[in-house]
């Protein structure tokens, strides 16, 4: 049996931050909104309280052999879960994120102050000089209908986050994807990580900040699909 995909988004967006690979992987991936991100329920406060939201979800849809991609805060529940049940995960694959995820304090203060603003503020900082204005439009459009104390308690969550010692514990095939010109979670991050992680591979993508898989799809498809070949081929069963 293959192993099911089950992509997880970073602080504030929804699963539209997948659009380009659901085209791709629309068959065999799970594109999940956390709670309070545009489905029922309230955002949690820790990447944990997300963990366990995973892990429910994994029992409910009876999800075993599972490879989790996830973006940013979604990389850190990844990368959490992989250390909590390992027993549910057959690869993990981390975009733009770290074993530390720490939040600028101007970022809180920008939600609290105007949360529209800080939206685009925010947006500012996710996307290279390079993307196109339609997407960075699009962006801000979907970060604008998650409400404020969601996206607050998704940095917040970010900012406790620190597994920089426990990350050596990840046994499962790790795939890191980064932007080069990432300025969240610079390329620095993804380096510490794939020095960390025993069983990992890193791949950077040029010309791309940190929505990477929105500003390089093909690039970012290309990479995934060389990984998974390589998963199904140490597992085909």
């Known amino acids: 049996m293959e192993p099911r995909l089950l992509f997880i988004h970073g602080a504030g967006c929804n699963h539209t931050v997948w659009v380009f690979q659901r085209k791709v992987f629309g068959k065999e ?27 429910n979800f994994c029992d409910k849809k009876d999800l075993r052999n599972v490879v989790i991609i996830g973006h940013s805060m979604g990389g850190a529940i990844a990368q959490a879960f992989a250390l909590k049940h390992p027993e549910y995960v057959k690869a993990i694959v ?7 995820l720490k939040v600028a304090p ?3 203060e920008a939600i609290k102050k105007n949360y529209e603003d800080a939206v685009e503020f925010i947006v ?11 997407i960075k439009q699009k962006a801000i459009s979907e970060l604008k209908k998650i409400r404020p104390e969601v996206t607050y308690g998704d940095f917040e969550a970010c900012n406790k986050f620190d597994v920089m010692k426990q990350v050596t514990e990840i046994k499962v095939p790790t795939l890191i994807i980064c932007g080069a010109e ?6 620095s991050y993804s380096k510490h990580l794939k020095g ?3 069983n ?12 990477v898989m929105l500003e390089k799809p093909e690039e970012f498809n290309e990479k995934l699909t060389e ?8 597992s085909p069963n």
């Open 29 to 55: 991936g799970v594109f999940l909104d956390l709670p309070g991100h545009n489905v029922a329920g309230r955002g949690k406060r820790s990447i944990y309280e997300y963990v366990e939201y995973i892990k």
């Open 182 to 187: 990432d300025l969240l979670t610079p390329l």
């Open 124 to 134: 500012n900082l996710l996307f290279s000089n390079s993307v196109k204005n339609e």
């Open 227 to 234: 990984f998974l070949e390589e998963i199904y081929k140490r």
């Open 106 to 108: 101007v970022i809180f």
């Open 200 to 211: 990992s591979r890193l791949e950077v993508i040029n010309n791309a900040g940190h929505m």
């Open 94 to 100: 981390l975009v733009s994120t770290g074993a530390k």
């Open 196 to 198: 960390r992680i025993p």
